[in-house]
T-cell receptor
Framework: DARVTQTPRHKVTEMGQEVTMRCQPILGHNTVFWYRQTMMQGLELLAY????????DSGMPKDRFSAEMPDATLATLKIQPSEPRDSAVYFC????????????????FGPGTRLTVT | AQTVTQSQPEMSVQEAETVTLSCTYDTSESDYYLFWYKQPPSRQMILVIR??????QNATENRFSVNFQKAAKSFSLKISDSQLGDAAMYFCAYREWGAQKLVFGQGTRLTINP
C-alpha cells in the first residue's frame, strides 16, 4: 500500500528554534508539493518540485522557509527561525507528472505534521 | 486568480440519508479539473472524486457523485446512503489544466447523526 510518509507527526518548539519537516513521496512519483493548513488561511500551496528541481515556491516566506529535495526519496521543509504564526499543519503531497509541466495525475497527501510554535 | 467557495461551513445528515455539499468556483479558463477531498479527524487528505471540465458526464464513485454545472461554475458533491465513516471535513479543489497547483475551498464539516 504505497503512501506518502511525513515525519514528525507532531512538533512543539519554542520561537526562534529551527524546525525541519521531512517527507518521503510515493516511490516513482516525480512531483512533490508542500501545503500549509491553518484555520484562517485554509490550505495553501507553499512550494513544489518536479524531478527534484523547485518549480514554484512563490507561496513560501523566503526569509525563513526553505524547501529542498536532497534525493528522489526525501523532501524537506525547514523553518529558521520559527515564529508562533508558523503554527499549522504542514502537508506533503506527491504525484506523477508527465509531458514536462503540462500533465499531472492526482496528488496523494501525507498525514501531515502538526507544528506548534510557542 | 481562481477562487473556490464552499458556502456551507457545516452540514449534518442522518445516517443512511443523502446529503449534498455545495461548491462554486471562479475561473476564466475552459480546461481544468475539479476535485473533492475528504479529511477525517486523522487529518489525512483523501481524494474522493475528480471531474475533468471537458467531460459533460458527471463523475461517480460508488456512493459519491457530483453535479457539475460548467456554465454556472458549480460543482456539488452528493453522498448517498450516508455512513458514520463519512463524517469529515470535505474540501472542494480546483486545478487549471497544465498547472500543478490545487486551489482549495474553505471546507465543509459534515456530521453524520446515527
Amino acid at each position: 500500500d504505497a503512501r506518502v510518509t511525513q515525519t514528525p507527526r507532531h512538533k512543539v518548539t519554542e520561537m526562534g528554534q529551527e524546525v525541519t519537516m521531512r517527507c518521503q513521496p510515493i516511490l516513482g512519483h516525480n512531483t512533490v508539493f508542500w501545503y500549509r493548513q491553518t484555520m484562517m488561511q485554509g490550505l495553501e500551496l507553499l512550494a513544489y518540485f518536479r524531478n527534484r528541481a523547485p518549480l514554484d515556491d512563490s507561496g513560501m516566506p523566503k526569509d525563513r522557509f526553505s524547501a529542498e529535495m536532497p534525493d528522489a526519496t526525501l523532501a524537506t521543509l525547514k523553518i529558521q527561525p520559527s515564529e508562533p504564526r508558523d503554527s499549522a499543519v504542514y502537508f506533503c503531497a506527491s504525484g506523477l507528472g508527465q509531458g514536462g509541466q503540462t500533465f499531472l495525475y492526482e496528488q496523494y497527501f501525507g498525514p501531515g505534521t502538526r507544528l506548534t510554535v510557542t | 486568480a481562481q477562487t473556490v467557495t464552499q458556502s456551507q461551513p457545516e452540514m449534518s445528515v442522518q445516517e443512511a440519508e443523502t446529503v449534498t455539499l455545495s461548491c462554486t468556483y471562479d475561473t476564466s479558463e475552459s480546461d481544468y479539473y475539479l476535485f473533492w477531498y475528504k479529511q477525517p479527524p486523522s487529518r489525512q487528505m483523501i481524494l474522493v472524486i475528480r471531474q475533468e471540465a471537458y467531460k459533460q458526464q458527471n463523475a461517480t464513485e460508488n456512493r459519491f457523485s457530483v453535479n457539475f454545472q460548467k456554465a454556472a461554475k458549480s460543482f456539488s458533491l452528493k453522498i448517498s446512503d450516508s455512513q458514520l465513516g463519512d463524517a469529515a471535513m470535505y474540501f472542494c479543489a480546483y486545478r487549471e489544466w497544465g498547472a500543478q497547483k490545487l486551489v482549495f475551498g474553505q471546507g465543509t464539516r459534515l456530521t453524520i447523526n446515527p
